[in-house]
């Protein structure tokens, strides 16, 4: 049952959560009657939410388009699910302002009830993300551009180095972009290839969105495309190792293209292909996860062996 005060919080929680809401569904979701629903709403009016009703068969509510509210409240899982996406921004390889990333965890620290604070507190302190270096991190900025282009259907001009280094300034219509592999792409097509083609972010020096209009196919799967051209994870040896770890902490260590990952009873498994056993060792270990082989039994050799090799380098002089 609620209590009226958090009744009132609760219609402006969903007002804000969706473009329009009918009546009805507010009552049914406060348990109270529609009558009740509108002194609610008025309430919150007289306080200065700029909230719009509609009637008939069909009325309901909304908040102004535009309107800034004040500060939300989020549940702990909620909270969470923030501190996880701001602590994670280096891993996502774009480069987004530390100063912006530190505001925006002081702020949510500020409003969160002590318990809460710490242990997000003790998460920030023991979940590490690994980052590769700085000139491979896309700018924050040009991710947002591609973004509004793809959004508005905006040809862009690009100038794009290759892998090659050759330099090419090539007109693209942007489907969308994909994160694959400790890369971010994005898909569109290419007016000079007369084709659909893959551009990594990190290569892309210049960018103007244009004026002409595209219509993007309503069946093109970005991630499908790149997933094709680059290939999901194949090679002789099946792989399968347990990590001691909860999900969600492998995720943010092991990128999707790399295997497949899911939840078990005493951590989270990972099932994968591989054609070097030793680097498969190697890439297990600098994870920095307590992990146990399942198969295959060669692994197990291959990881023993840079055991050894690493007790010998230690040893050397």
Same mark, same amino acid.
């Given at each position: ?27 049914a979701r406060l348990e109270m009657d529609v009558r009740t629903v509108r002194r609610? =709403? ?24 535009? +309107? ?5 409240? +989020? ?18 390889? =774009? ?11 002081a702020k949510l620290f500020r409003v969160l009830p002590l318990q809460a604070r ?9 979940? =590490? ?5 700085? %000139?491979?991190?896309?700018? =924050? ?30 007109r693209v219509e942007p489907y969308g972009l994909v994160g694959w592999t400790g ?21 892309? $020096? ?35 190792? %347990? ?7 492998? $995720? ?5 293209? +790399? ?41 197990? $050799? ?16």
């Open positions: 049952m609620y209590h009226p005060t958090s009744r009132v919080l609760t219609v402006l929680e969903l007002l804000q959560a969706q473009p329009f809401i009918t009546g009805p569904k507010l009552a609610y =709403i008025t309430h919150l009016q007289d306080v200065g939410i700029p909230i719009e009703g509609t009637l008939g068969r069909r009325g309901g509510y909304r908040l102004r388009p535009g +309107f800034k509210l004040p500060p939300l409240l +989020f549940t702990e899982d909620e909270a969470t699910a923030i501190l996880l996406g701001l602590l994670g921004t280096s891993w996502l390889d =774009i480069a987004q302002s530390t100063v912006a990333v530190e505001g925006a965890l710490a242990r997000l507190n003790a998460m920030t302190e023991h979940v =590490i993300f690994s980052s590769p270096p700085d %000139e491979r991190h896309p700018d =924050i900025s040009l991710l947002i551009a591609l973004c509004e282009a793809i959004g508005q259907e905006q040809r862009i001009a690009v100038q794009y180095r290759s892998s090659g280094d050759e330099v090419t300034r090539r890369h971010w792409y994005l898909v569109g097509y290419c007016c000079l290839r007369e084709a659909c083609r893959v551009f990594r972010l990190d290569r892309i $020096q210049q960018l103007e969105v244009l004026e002409e209009q595209f219509e993007r196919p309503a069946t093109f799967d970005c991630r499908d495309f790149v997933a094709a051209r680059y290939g999901r994870p194949t090679g002789d040896w099946t792989i399968e190792v %347990e990590f001691a770890a909860p999900l969600y902490t492998v $995720q943010q260590k092991i990128p999707a293209g +790399f295997g497949q990952l899911s939840a078990t009873a005493e951590g989270t498994l990972f099932q994968t292909h591989s054609e070097d056993l030793p680097g498969q060792a190697r890439y297990l270990v600098s994870l920095g996860l307590p992990f146990v082989i399942r198969r295959p039994m060669e692994l197990r $050799q291959a990881l023993l062996g840079l055991a050894e090799m690493m007790a010998q380098t230690a040893a050397a002089g």
